[in-house]
């Protein structure tokens, strides 16, 4: 019988509840230093309440502490890891290798997405100093994911859902060569959500002021079946710097998935944790922020992975334009062709590209595929044709 984990970010310790009240079998999240986002941050306390909370249904708390560490930091970090054991936290997600030798850090350790893990060889290495868990590097397909499961005998973390960086996690210097903020060190300046202009070697600008490096979202939610027959055991869902409602809504929608998976194969699947959730909302992860979504490089080929367009979030996609003029002196009136099943209610903020910014207005009344609106700008009803 093989466990399925759901294991969900926790930038608090509530948002942390809240991801165990919507299903998720696990929890990370950061103590006060040492996590790879710098941001999300957290008391002893707070871990401990965390902690007391999950344990009750079975529900594990994984710590980070996976930035590249300073010398001077070691002693520090050894300090905030005894206490997040002392708080309850049933493993370490590392990166320094050193952590390994500490025989009073007696939780499992699991190597981070920080270590770079995209092969065999790599993932042996983690194995051998006695990590547990190795989490493998998001850009792997299914192919190179059985490869290291035939190779260890640890368990795989991989990653499902969320932000993807055009870098490798661990070894991404963008952000300390532009700005001197490395994110190895958690202090990502998200580099590749800025825009850039893309010259050729005579100086001709052929792309101007677009974020060429933004990549989609991950949406491995119709894969956990082909994941766990490659040998994943924990479904890994990003989002630490997310708010609650996006962490509520995902691991809904994962849950849901997961708990359909075990339905399916009852003698090959169960969960890893024994809570579960009834009732309650229906997820819908094209409500919360997403840059559009992704399988990336799952399939070992080239897909349609960016987002230079709009490198934030657009929101659901409601329709085409099919119609646009001036009702009145002070409003325009805009068609659309919805897309199915949407409907729109007055007092909507509806979004589209201008100029590779995201722009929008208010729809005042909304009637049937027919929206009202105060005076667009002429730029505006130039580019008003795909709103969301």
């Not at 466990?3 to 006060?32: F, H, N, Q, W």
């Not at 990166?95 to 920080?114: F, K, N, Y």
């Not at 677009?210 to 939610?221: E, G, P, R, V």
């Amino acid at each position: 019988m093989q466990y399925l984990e759901l294991l969900s970010p926790a930038g608090t310790a509530d948002i942390g509840i809240a991801a165990i009240d919507c299903g998720a079998d696990a929890v990370y999240i950061a103590g006060p230093d040492f996590g790879a986002r710098k941001a999300a941050g957290n008391s002893f306390d707070d871990i401990a309440r965390l902690c007391d909370y999950a344990h009750k249904f079975g529900v594990k708390v994984f710590v980070t502490y996976n930035i590249s560490i300073r010398d001077d930091e070691l002693d520090e970090m050894h300090a905030q890891m005894l206490k997040s054991q002392e708080a309850g936290a049933d493993a370490f997600i590392i990166r320094d290798e050193r952590i390994c030798g500490w025989d009073d850090i007696t939780v499992p350790l699991h190597a981070s997405t920080q270590c770079a893990i995209r092969d065999a060889e790599r993932a042996k290495h983690f194995q051998d100093l006695g990590c547990t868990r190795i989490v493998l590097e998001r850009e792997l397909s299914l192919e190179q994911i059985k490869a290291i499961r035939h190779a260890v005998d640890c368990e795989i973390e991989f990653f499902v859902h969320g932000a993807l960086c055009v870098c490798y996690s661990g070894e991404c210097r963008l952000s300390e060569y532009i700005d001197g903020r490395s994110a190895d060190r958690g202090e990502c300046i998200q580099a590749c959500r800025s825009l850039y202009d893309l010259v050729d070697d005579r100086g001709n600008v052929l792309v101007k002021n677009k974020a060429l490096l933004s990549l989609k979202d991950y949406n491995l939610h119709d894969r956990l079946e082909d994941l766990a027959e490659a040998g994943v055991c924990s479904f890994k869902i990003e989002g630490r710097l997310k708010n609650i409602s996006y962490v509520r809504n995902i691991t809904r929608y994962y849950d849901l998935a997961l708990n359909a998976l075990v339905a399916a194969h009852p003698d090959l699947y169960c969960r890893a944790s024994f809570g579960r959730v009834t009732g309650g909302f229906d997820p819908a992860p094209e409500k919360t922020f997403n840059r559009g979504y992704t399988e990336l490089y799952l399939d070992g080929k080239r897909g349609k992975w960016s987002s230079m367009d709009a490198p934030k979030s657009m929101g659901e996609a409601v329709g085409k334009v099919i119609s646009l003029k001036r009702a009145d002196r002070y409003n325009y009136e805009l068609r659309i062709k919805p897309e199915k099943g949407v409907v729109l209610h007055n007092g909507d903020g509806f979004a589209f590209v201008s100029k590779n910014a995201i722009s929008g207005f208010r729809g005042d009344v909304c009637d049937g595929n027919r929206i009202l609106c105060k005076a667009l700008a002429a730029s505006t009803r130039a580019r008003c044709s795909t709103v969301t």
